[in-house]
């Protein structure tokens, strides 16, 4: 008997229900939050960096769903890939063999991460964190991970416990036993190391909640202090990796930095399908798989299969042949620049930081009192309302997608697909900039939205 499915008419048929299901029969509050601020879309395709609706207008994708996307959506290189990985009909995922497209990938995600040797594949950058925590702590047999203030880790139960947002971990307790320390504070994280029973240490080069990068330095002291005390330095590149913030890895910005494990995923994917890989020094691996008998003490049914592999060979076949990493320094410096010029001319902008396309822009208290008061008021119903009425226009009127940095936080994050070009820059900045000048000119559509924020805000209390 011939089973016929048809996905194309499927989609034709009921595509257009998408709210109407998530709503019955996923997270209820997704498409509330959408309907609320006007982010109910309904894209029809994409294309790199960029989104197309229904009457082919094209929107900017300045998310690239949360950094996933870093060669943009439907790379033809990765897409061709997949093809190929399915025509070929591989025996995948015997459990009971050794197949090639794991090594391969293996090999060529250790050619650019020197002091690294092994790898371990999964399915998400949570997987991954998971990972390094129960290989730290059955390596140096110690049983607390460190972890900085506003980290963000995955929301599993083990990288939960290693999650710096309260909001997060609140009602999911006991966890892990952890402690947070403040990012670039080494003298808090050698008061904890004197303790005796740490594992590890597990930090984002630069932090995606806010956008704060490591202080100079402060890796390398780490990572010395750990070493000290035999407790590891674990690197979680998920967000900040492959090229990122214009280096392949986030900590090879600093010197002397060889953390003992790294955390990707995201961006290795290509956008297709998911994986999370942990890499770490040969002495670690060798001791968690220590016998036969452990051969299987850590896996993932799904890990290292065909499709994901294929996807993550040419993802790394790309950044090599097209320069990605390069570009992302150019095209970065570039965005940031431009940002950096306008923080004279806005009361309203304090602050653009990060590093490559990373970009992390911070509103604040503006000195006129027209706006001061405008200000204290959004601030006084809930922070973080600022921000998200500069992203709301930056859709609604100029069909870019941002995102607001964290619960809470008068921050925007820009961490776009790592091939926008100049053109993209300047669509951004100028439109930016259009939003800017209409916060600041006191009126408008911008502060009446801000209105409804506030109503939406005190009922929610």
């Given at each position: 008997?011939?089973?016929?499915?048809?996905?194309?008419?499927?989609?034709?048929?009921?595509?257009?229900?998408?709210?109407?299901?998530?709503?019955?029969?996923?997270?209820?509050?997704?498409?509330?939050?959408?309907?609320?601020?006007?982010?109910?879309?309904?894209?029809?395709?994409?294309?790199?960096?960029?989104?197309?609706?229904?009457?082919?207008?094209?929107?900017?994708?300045?998310l690239a769903g949360f950094g996933v996307m870093g060669l943009g959506r439907h790379?033809?290189?990765?897409?061709?890939?997949?093809?190929?990985?399915?025509?070929?009909?591989?025996?995948?995922?015997?459990?009971?063999?050794?197949?090639?497209?794991?090594?391969?990938?293996?090999?060529?995600?250790?050619?650019?991460?020197?002091?690294?040797?092994?790898?371990?594949?999964?399915?998400?950058?949570?997987?991954?964190?998971?990972?390094?925590?129960?290989?730290?702590?059955?390596?140096?047999?110690?049983?607390?991970?460190?972890?900085?203030?506003?980290?963000?880790?995955?929301?599993?139960?083990?990288?939960?416990?290693?999650?710096?947002?309260?909001?997060?971990?609140?009602?999911?307790?006991?966890?892990?036993?952890?402690?947070?320390?403040?990012?670039?504070?080494?003298?808090?994280?050698?008061?904890?190391?004197?303790?005796?029973?740490?594992?590890?240490?597990?930090?984002?080069?630069?932090?995606?909640?806010?956008?704060?990068?490591?202080?100079?330095?402060?890796?390398?002291?780490?990572?010395?202090?750990?070493?000290?005390?035999?407790?590891?330095?674990?690197?979680?590149?998920?967000?900040?990796?492959?090229?990122?913030?214009?280096?392949?890895?986030?900590?090879?910005?600093?010197?002397?930095?060889?953390?003992?494990?790294?955390?990707?995923?995201?961006?290795?994917?290509?956008?297709?399908?998911?994986?999370?890989?942990?890499?770490?020094?040969?002495?670690?691996?060798?001791?968690?798989?220590?016998?036969?008998?452990?051969?299987?003490?850590?896996?993932?049914?799904?890990?290292?299969?065909?499709?994901?592999?294929?996807?993550?060979?040419?993802?790394?076949?790309?950044?090599?042949?097209?320069?990605?990493?390069?570009?992302?320094?150019?095209?970065?410096?570039?965005?940031?620049?431009?940002?950096?010029?306008?923080?004279?001319?806005?009361?309203?902008?304090?602050?653009?930081?990060?590093?490559?396309?990373?970009?992390?822009?911070?509103?604040?208290?503006?000195?006129?009192?027209?706006?001061?008061?405008?200000?204290?008021?959004?601030?006084?119903?809930?922070?973080?309302?600022?921000?998200?009425?500069?992203?709301?226009?930056?859709?609604?009127?100029?069909?870019?997608?941002?995102?607001?940095?964290?619960?809470?936080?008068?921050?925007?994050?820009?961490?776009?697909?790592?091939?926008?070009?100049?053109?993209?820059?300047?669509?951004?900045?100028?439109?930016?900039?259009?939003?800017?000048?209409?916060?600041?000119?006191?009126?408008?559509?911008?502060?009446?939205?801000?209105?409804?924020?506030?109503?939406?805000?005190?009922?929610?209390?």
């Amino acid at each position: 008997m011939t089973t016929e499915f048809d996905l194309g008419a499927l989609l034709a048929e009921r595509g257009a229900e998408r709210y109407e299901l998530h709503a019955k029969h996923l997270n209820p509050q997704l498409p509330r939050m959408l309907h609320t601020i006007g982010f109910d879309k309904v894209y029809e395709r994409a294309e790199g960096a960029h989104f197309f609706d229904a009457e082919g207008n094209d929107y900017l994708d300045m998310l690239a769903g949360f950094g996933v996307m870093g060669l943009g959506r439907h790379h033809p290189v990765v897409r061709k890939a997949l093809h190929d990985v399915l025509d070929l009909d591989l025996a995948d995922l015997t459990r009971f063999d050794c197949q090639p497209l794991p090594g391969l990938l293996a090999e060529r995600l250790l050619a650019h991460s020197p002091h690294l040797d092994r790898v371990f594949f999964g399915n998400s950058g949570t997987e991954a964190v998971e990972t390094a925590l129960k290989f730290a702590r059955y390596a140096t047999g110690k049983p607390r991970v460190l972890y900085c203030d506003h980290a963000f880790h995955g929301l599993t139960t083990g990288s939960l416990s290693v999650n710096g947002e309260s909001g997060f971990r609140d009602g999911f307790a006991p966890l892990l036993p952890d402690t947070a320390v403040p990012l670039g504070d080494l003298d808090a994280l050698a008061r904890e190391l004197m303790k005796g029973d740490v594992a590890a240490l597990i930090v984002e080069p630069i932090q995606g909640k806010g956008v704060h990068e490591a202080p100079p330095g402060y890796l390398r002291a780490a990572q010395e202090l750990l070493h000290r005390h035999k407790a590891l330095l674990i690197a979680d590149e998920v967000q900040t990796g492959l090229g990122r913030t214009g280096d392949f890895y986030a900590y090879q910005h600093e010197d002397g930095v060889e953390p003992d494990l790294v955390c990707v995923a995201k961006a290795l994917s290509g956008g297709y399908v998911p994986v999370g890989a942990t890499l770490g020094k040969e002495w670690i691996f060798k001791k968690v798989y220590s016998s036969m008998d452990r051969v299987l003490v850590h896996s993932a049914s799904f890990g290292a299969n065909a499709q994901a592999m294929a996807c993550g060979l040419a993802v790394l076949s790309v950044m090599e042949n097209e320069q990605i990493v390069a570009g992302v320094r150019r095209t970065g410096e570039l965005l940031k620049s431009r940002l950096t010029a306008l923080i004279d001319t806005y009361e309203l902008l304090a602050d653009v930081r990060g590093r490559g396309l990373m970009i992390g822009i911070e509103f604040g208290k503006p000195s006129s009192l027209k706006l001061r008061s405008r200000w204290t008021m959004l601030q006084a119903a809930r922070k973080g309302l600022f921000a998200q009425m500069v992203v709301v226009p930056l859709l609604q009127k100029h069909r870019i997608l941002t995102q607001v940095s964290g619960d809470h936080l008068e921050v925007i994050k820009l961490i776009p697909p790592l091939v926008v070009d100049e053109a993209d820059v300047d669509r951004f900045v100028d439109a930016f900039a259009a939003v800017m000048d209409d916060a600041h000119s006191g009126g408008g559509l911008m502060w009446d939205f801000g209105k409804t924020l506030i109503k939406q805000a005190v009922a929610n209390r």
